[in-house]
Every structure is written in structure tokens, then in C-alpha cells.
């Protein structure tokens, strides 16, 4: 898509934008896989302004991706020169937006900082049972190359695969 344009979320109303998409992206599709009750926890602890503003402060450089001017996704990464890796901690694409080549287009972007900053691989972690994004992942060249378990407090856990690609 032509029309695609990302922007690095540096002021409150880029900010906020990513915490109404996370909202809406998160209530439609992880529900279904992870249960209402977990994704309102996650939401509360990690996806809200104030969560998100947190987390740049500590490193994240969040990202709004943009279909004519209104946001459609977004993706946070946190560049590790320690092992030469861009560690992708969300990305997400609304609904009606998947499909059409935008995610290939963000991926192509977060090659584009792996070279500015000399690393050499994209990883990320998924829920095992979101098959949707592992085979989109795939598609995209990121292979499976561990397991993990992370206990995010109040009895829930993230019961994820690790992917990686070499860029």
C-alpha cells in the first residue's frame, strides 16, 4: 500500500492514538486466545498512555503506522546492541487492514534501523496459540527458535514462542 506512512510516537496524541488502537486490536483478536480477563489486565498494565510513555523512557521507541493520516497499527522495538539484535515487542494491525502487505512494509522499516544501528536480527516473542501471527511471521522469514513462560503477575502467565530473523 502506497498509502502507509509510520511515524515515531514522540507526543501525547501519537501516544494516546496507540493506546485507543491497542484497546480495539487486543478486545478483537486476543480475547478468543488468551480470555477477556487477561486482556484486560494486560491492557491496564502495559498498553495504557501512561504505560506506554513509561516504557519510551526506558528504552522502547513505539511507532504509529498510518493509512491517510489515521492510525491503523502500531509496533514498539528496543535496538540491543549488547547481542546485535532489534528486540520487536508488539506489533499490531487492525483487522481490516491485514493482508495488504503493510506488516512486509513495517518489517522493511525495522530492517532499515537494524542497519543503521549495525545489528543483525529481528526477534519477537508470540502466544503459541496465536496461529495467525506465526504464520504470518513466518511468511516474513522469522523462524522459531525457543520457548518461553513469563509470569506478568495476578496468576497470569505469556506462554510464548520465540522468533527470530536474520536481517
Not at 535496538?79 to 546485535?84: A, L, M, V
Not at 511471521?137 to 520457548?147: I, S, T, W
Request: aromatic share 14%; glycine share 6%; proline share 2%.
Amino acid at each position: 500500500m502506497n498509502d502507509i506512512n509510520i511515524l515515531e510516537a514522540v507526543n501525547p496524541s501519537n501516544i494516546k492514538e496507540i493506546e485507543e488502537l491497542a484497546y480495539r486490536i487486543w478486545n478483537e483478536h486476543y480475547i478468543p486466545i488468551i480470555g477477556k480477563e487477561q486482556v484486560d489486565y494486560m491492557l491496564s498494565n502495559f498498553q495504557t498512555a501512561q504505560a506506554i510513555e513509561n516504557q519510551i523512557k526506558d528504552g522502547y521507541r513505539y511507532y504509529l503506522v498510518c493509512h491517510n493520516d489515521k492510525g491503523i497499527g502500531y509496533f514498539a522495538i528496543i535496538p540491543c546492541r549488547e547481542d546485535q539484535s532489534l528486540f520487536l515487542s508488539k506489533f499490531y494491525i487492525s483487522k481490516e487492514f491485514r493482508g495488504r502487505g503493510i506488516a512486509r512494509a513495517c518489517l522493511s522499516y525495522m530492517e532499515n534501523i537494524c542497519r543503521e544501528y549495525g545489528l543483525n536480527s529481528i526477534w519477537l516473542t508470540v502466544n503459541k496459540y496465536n496461529s495467525t501471527a506465526i504464520k504470518a511471521y513466518q511468511r516474513l522469514g522469522f523462524n522459531k527458535v525457543g520457548e518461553l513462560i513469563q509470569d506478568i503477575g495476578n496468576g497470569f502467565i505469556m506462554d510464548d514462542y520465540k522468533m527470530k530473523k536474520i536481517v
